[in-house]
Each structure stands twice: as C-alpha cells, then as structure tokens.
Nanobody, 118 residues
C-alpha cells in the first residue's frame, strides 16, 4: 500500500485553530473521494468531512458537529488534502485519520492526535 502521511496535529486551547495535512508519497490515480475521520476515546469513529467527485466538480460534506467550523480542501495539484479546524472545542479531541478512496482500494493515513485542552 501507498502510505498517506498526516501532519498538523497537536495541543491547542479551546477556540484555537489547527490545519491538518494529508499527502501521498506518490501519485494516486482514480480518486473519487477524500475524507477525514476521527475517533475519540469511548466513541465510534465518525466521518467529519469529505470531498466527493460529482459531475464536473467536487462536492463537500460535513458532520453536523463540525459544520461552520471545519473546512476540507485540496491543493491545486490534488495530491494533498487539508482540514482547516477553527473554533476548536474539547469535544473535538480525537485521533484524526485521512482516507482516500479509489476504484481499486482505500488508502489511510497513520493518524494524528488533536487535543483541545479544557
């Protein structure tokens, strides 16, 4: 498998911001979706944001808990996906994983810890 390398996690205060990055070590073709998941202790893993190919453009989707605060985006080369997280809350504390879905298989990042202090 081709690893996706995540970066940008860390410890922040409530109300702060972080920007997560997810980049592939090589070019990956036929990507139809890119997404960010998170899993907090004692909670189910949830999809928090996704970019999905739709027609001639892409569409985005967000979990209700992050709408208005998180933004998913890609760079112009479409080899990196980002998650801009603003107005962070303690409930956002989790390990965040990126996933790229292709026709053949899924690619996962190693996970990055985001901790919002209380």
């Amino acid at each position: 498998q081709v690893p996706l390398v995540e970066s940008g996690g860390g410890l922040v205060q409530p109300g702060g911001s972080l920007r997560l990055s997810c980049a592939a070590s090589r070019s990956i073709s036929s990507i139809y979706a890119m997404g960010w998941y998170r899993q907090a202790p004692g909670k189910e893993r949830e999809l928090v944001a996704a970019i999905i190919t739709a027609g001639t453009a892409s569409t985005t989707d967000y979990a209700d808990s992050v709408k208005g605060r998180f933004t998913i985006s890609k760079d112009n080369a479409e080899n990196t996906v980002y998650l801009q997280m603003n107005n962070l809350k303690p409930e956002d504390t989790a390990v965040y994983y990126c996933k790229w879905a292709t026709v053949d298989r899924d690619y996962w990042g190693q996970g990055t810890q985001v901790t919002v202090s209380s």
